[in-house]
Nanobody, 124 residues
């Protein structure tokens, strides 16, 4: 069965950095575009970033475009989210997701598989 497992979350001060990892198993990883989403209580799930199957194309939410970088290592079946210059408003549960398409999507319902999430907390 397909499984996505996020790791790397934690507590950091504003201005700090974290790198999230999402390890995939049970699917042909290189055939899936990958995305990161985040969610906080009382707010809708928010698109963060997406990356094409080969890693050659990326898309970011405006709020993170300069600060965050999505990447992937198909040999390791892993997608990453490097988060720099973190702000308190970045606090959320971060989820990775897989989509069986060559096109990138910012819509969570278009993704087929989801991880369990990892908590990121940014203190001020």
């Amino acid at each position: 069965q397909a499984q996505l497992v996020e790791s790397g979350g934690g507590l950091v001060q504003a201005g700090g950095s974290l790198r999230l990892s999402c390890a995939a198993s049970g699917l042909l990883f290189s055939r899936y575009t990958m995305g990161w989403f985040r969610q906080t209580p009382g707010k809708e799930r928010e698109f963060v970033a997406a990356i094409s199957r080969s890693g050659g194309d990326t898309k970011y939410a405006d709020s993170v475009k300069v600060r965050f970088t999505i990447s992937r290592d198909n040999a390791k079946n892993t997608v990453y989210l490097q988060m720099n210059s973190l702000k308190p408003e970045d606090t959320a549960i971060y989820y990775c997701a897989a989509r069986g398409s060559i096109t990138l999507s910012t819509t969570g319902s278009e993704y087929s598989y989801w991880g369990q999430g990892t908590q990121v907390t940014v203190s001020s």
